[in-house]
């Protein structure tokens, strides 16, 4: 059947993308969520002939993200994505955060429409912004036939949801897929495919703690030289319900900290391994007496046990 959606809904989250400094050379001193997302639109001269809408949905730097402002943004993409007029989503980001908002947004709504997440290394006001392609971009992408899942697209490059990590502070090429490498790219407006886009389940929006309700408190610690378990007892004793470790190379960890995590495993407390490696998974053992997240990097493992436990209660 020939769907006649054609509307981009671009939700605003704030981040650099929406940053402004009174210096138009300073690329770190900014201030970043300053400008409303309909500016950010305006800015784009070629969107003026796109049928779009634009909604701020919150307006933080994506350090500062919340489970609060994850919720309130799965809502309104789930909204938008039932409505037969939209095409697609685009989401402007922080650069920070957004592999761990995409991850989750792929979790609870896995859309069989595009859910686009972009962002930008440089603020609005700088010499060399980056926002306004990129936001060109996330659009193109948003509205290309056939296109569906969470991807982030950033630097000409289309990212899926489960292997985009930001992998530099500062150059504005900062974002990797790692081995697995980009769904696709844009060039001078048009997605080339390399591979297929993100598929999956989704959880559900009914998942997701009711408005005021607390989320499952989830960790993250690394193994290290001289790591002990005294950070894990101490996290234990406060009340966490999930811990997720990076390790070592292929999952492995300091004797003493595995010791403490399988005491904390035994209490009832929910462990998952991950790699500090950049790049690659970790191959698992028959008999590992803790599981690993094979390819998903330390914050994205603790996205996935998050939802576990939401899942489970
Ligand atoms: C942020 O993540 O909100 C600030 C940094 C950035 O967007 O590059």
Request: charged share 20%; aromatic share 2%; proline share 5%.
């Amino acid at each position: 059947m020939q769907s006649n959606a054609s509307k981009v809904v671009v939700l605003g989250t704030g981040g650099t993308i929406a940053g402004t400094s009174a210096d138009a050379s300073d690329n770190v001193g900014y201030t970043a969520a300053q400008l409303g997302v309909n500016l950010l639109v305006r800015a784009v001269p070629p969107l003026a002939d796109v049928p779009l809408e634009a909604e701020q949905v919150a307006q933080v730097d994506s350090k500062d993200m919340s489970h609060e402002v994850w919720r309130a943004l799965a809502l309104r993409c789930a909204h938008h994505l039932a409505r037969p007029d939209v095409a697609g989503i685009v989401i402007t980001h922080g650069t920070d955060t957004l592999e761990e908002t995409a991850w989750f947004l792929q979790r609870v709504l896995a859309p069989a429409k595009p859910l686009v997440l972009t962002a930008a290394m440089r603020p609005a006001t700088a010499l060399q912004s980056d926002g306004p392609q990129n936001l060109l971009d996330a659009v193109c992408v948003a509205r290309a036939p056939g296109a569906r899942g969470v991807v982030a697209v950033l630097g000409g490059q289309v990212h899926g949801a489960r292997d985009v990590r930001k992998v530099h502070p500062y150059r504005i090429d900062a974002f990797s897929s790692g081995d697995a490498g980009p769904i696709g790219c844009i060039e001078e407006g048009e997605l080339r495919l390399f591979r297929d886009w993100p598929q999956g389940d989704a959880l559900g929006v009914a998942t997701l703690p009711a408005d005021e309700a607390p989320w499952p408190r989830v960790e993250i610690v690394m193994s290290h030289a001289g790591a002990d378990g005294a950070i894990v007892r101490a996290l234990c004793a406060s009340g966490v319900q999930g811990l997720v470790v990076a390790a070592t190379g292929n999952g492995t960890l300091h004797h003493a900290l595995e010791a403490a995590l399988l005491e904390a495993q035994a209490s009832g407390v929910r462990v998952l391994r991950s790699t500090r490696c950049r790049n690659g998974r970790v191959l698992s053992a028959a008999d590992e007496a803790l599981p690993s997240s094979d390819d998903l990097t330390p914050v994205k493992a603790r996205v996935e046990l998050l939802l576990q436990l939401l899942t489970d209660a």
